[in-house]
């Protein structure tokens, strides 16, 4: 991860555009996860600039997060110096570093990812037995898919000229696989942004067995 992402450079702080409709639902996942206990620890696994980990913070989350863009995290520490946030890869032994978590998130990052099943695998060693991976990521299905190519939208959506831009494009099936054969099971997917056929994003929410 930090070959591809290390120059990403960030405007603001504040949490991406995206996540005016992906947190709402991340966090409703997170209060399901833990009805009836306190809230726990939570690892932010590309956090950017930090605009999601403070948002989880804020509800009262205790929050970890890396990403291996040098301006993103110099961001998050001006803005949010109360939080745990330092420059590390998705490719790195975290677990050796942090320890594990009850959840960690992954906002829009693994369709960046050039490795993604070393980039999963670091995800499971993070999380504790019984905990959870929230993933979320662009939706691509054959009704959206269809619906841009007839818009002439492809170019816009795919970004082939944007540096550091989407370089995978995932399914429901595909992001499925990734994180089963990563060693999580019973996974689960909620669609956000628009109605599921043509949304803008899905979430994967994966259980670590105990």
Not at 48 to 57: E, H, N, P, S
Not at 80 to 93: F, H, M, W
Not at 153 to 179: A, E, Q, V, Y
Request: net charge neutral; with cysteine.
């Amino acid at each position: 991860m930090s070959v591809e992402l290390d120059a990403t450079t960030y405007i603001h702080a504040k949490p991406a555009t995206a996540h005016s409709y992906i947190l709402p639902a991340v966090l409703g996942v997170l209060e399901r996860h833990f009805a009836g206990s306190a809230k726990g620890a939570v690892f932010d696994l590309g956090c950017g600039a930090g605009g999601a980990a403070a948002t989880l913070a804020e509800k009262g989350y205790c929050v970890v997060g890396v990403d291996p863009s040098s301006d993103g995290i110099a961001k998050a520490n001006v803005n949010y110096p109360g939080l745990r946030l330092n420059v590390g890869s998705g490719y790195d032994q975290l677990s050796g570093e942090y320890g594990t978590f009850d959840a960690v998130i992954s906002l829009e990052v693994v369709e960046h990812v050039y490795d993604p099943k070393a980039f999963t695998s670091t995800m499971y060693d993070l999380v504790k037995p019984g905990g959870i991976a929230v993933v979320s990521t662009p939706y691509h299905g054959y009704l959206k898919n269809l619906a841009l190519a007839a818009l002439g939208k492809m170019d816009d959506h795919f970004m082939p000229l944007k540096d550091h831009g989407h370089i995978k494009f995932w399914s429901r099936n595909t992001l499925g696989t990734l994180l089963r054969d990563a060693g999580f099971g019973s996974i689960r997917f909620e669609y956000v942004g628009r109605i599921p056929a043509f949304a803008k994003s899905m979430i994967a929410v994966a259980e670590k067995p105990l």
